[in-house]
């Protein structure tokens, strides 16, 4: 007896799951043929030529060019229609607001930072987020009604059963026991949210150096030290969001630190984290050491270290940066035991494979577990870039399911 359409084996779904085959390989190869798009998916012509006619129906292919070049007579070529769907991305920070939107290719077709110095932020915070929203979708030529999904990245995480943000004190006007339910009524489309170095790992997942492992570590040391934990290809955020917050990780070399969500802070990020370098520095007879943001104050060290030729200060603090980063991962990867360990975040990237090298040949010293550690090669925005990866991947889910 055949089954109801839409049963598992039926030829609608069949024809869902063909469709959706020849859209990620247009994702990911650009324009094909016909011809092409046939071999890589295992379809006949004439079925190729039935799905790439139901797709350009249904507005989510369209005809571009044509091969040259090749023997034989010109193919046309088709390539998904950027403007099926669009999705957004926001990374909150205590600075600034920033927010993008894409097109379904994963282009940003769209740009907005919205600066909000200080601890007592101008606007509040819902409308912080959309006036983000809306000078980046005005960016993109768009209104709020064409785009499909928002994500939000922050600071910290929102507790799933208080729906109220955690693990970060020092983003004001975000701790509103109603500020979920003020932001969803204020949006034209769903949100989601999710923890700032998450995205990060998604960005690295997707498109940097992580492609293909389904288990790593991502410590990220930018205006704070975190990590974000991908076991069995999925994030792990833990029971209230917290998985990952290892600033507050007590490690040897620094003071112990008690009431930690109090101060903030606590021992691997007194020891490691960005605000340690500047006195680190000094400690060790740097000279000129810059003033200014704790992050980029940092990166600039790093870099300046990293670059640096022979022994010195530059050499000491380079390799004393690298014990203390390795110190609070050896616990890490002692519990989690991962395939890989990405370095991200400015103060990280700017020590460039020198970092990345001392960093190893000490964490092999400390720990059982040898994970390969990579720098991340996500350097532009990768929260924002995650943010919009992750938006992209549920608007996908959805736009390009044609077995409705």
Avoid: C
């Avoid at 890589?40 to 292919?61: I, N």
């Avoid at 998985?243 to 606590?266: C, D, H, I, K, Y």
Wanted: charged share 20%; aromatic share 4%; no cysteine.
């Amino acid at each position: 007896m055949a089954g109801t359409a839409g049963t598992p084996g039926t030829p609608r779904v069949l024809r869902a799951m063909n469709d959706r085959a020849a859209l990620d390989l247009l994702l990911e190869h650009g324009p094909l043929s016909r011809t092409r798009i046939g071999k890589l998916t295992g379809l006949s012509k004439p079925t190729a030529s039935q799905l790439l006619a139901r797709l350009e129906a249904a507005g989510l292919v369209l005809q571009t060019g044509t091969t040259e070049g090749r023997p034989g007579p010109n193919a046309q070529l088709y390539e998904v229609d950027p403007s099926a769907a669009y999705a957004a991305g926001v990374d909150v920070s205590p600075e600034r607001v920033l927010a993008a939107v894409a097109d379904v290719t994963g282009r940003t077709v769209g740009r907005f930072e919205l600066p909000t110095p200080g601890r007592r932020p101008d606007r509040p915070v819902v409308q912080q987020v959309t006036d983000a929203l809306a000078g980046a979708v005005k960016a993109a030529g768009l209104t709020g009604d064409d785009v499909h999904r928002l994500v939000i990245g922050t600071p910290g995480a929102f507790d799933p059963t208080t729906g109220r943000l955690r693990y970060a004190s020092h983003l004001p006007g975000w701790h509103a026991p109603s500020l979920l339910d003020e932001l969803a009524a204020a949006l034209p489309m769903p949100v989601e949210y999710e923890n700032d170095v998450n995205l990060v790992a998604v960005a690295e997942q997707r498109l940097g150096a992580a492609r293909g492992h389904a288990d790593f570590v991502l410590l990220w040391n930018e205006g704070g030290l975190g990590a974000a934990l991908v076991l069995g290809g999925r994030l792990h955020r833990g029971w209230t969001g917290g998985a990952g917050e290892v600033g507050f990780l007590p490690v040897p070399g620094a003071p112990l630190v008690r009431q930690v969500t109090r101060a903030n802070s606590g021992g691997y990020q007194e020891l490691a984290g960005s605000q340690a370098l500047p006195a680190l520095a000094r400690e060790l007879g740097v000279e000129d050491v810059p003033s200014g943001p704790y992050a980029e104050v940092a990166a600039a060290l790093v870099a300046r270290a990293a670059a640096s030729e022979g022994e010195g200060p530059l050499q000491r603090l380079l390799e004393t940066y690298a014990t203390r980063l390795a110190t609070g991962l050896a616990s890490l990867v002692s519990v989690l035991d991962p395939e890989l360990v990405v370095l991200s975040g400015s103060a990280l990237t700017a020590g460039g494979e020198r970092l990345r090298a001392l960093v190893q040949s000490e964490l092999a010293e400390l720990a059982a577990s040898r994970p390969r550690l990579v720098v991340g090669d996500v350097p532009e925005h990768p929260v924002l870039r995650g943010a919009l990866e992750s938006a992209l991947a549920t608007t996908r889910d959805e736009v390009f399911d044609t077995s409705r």
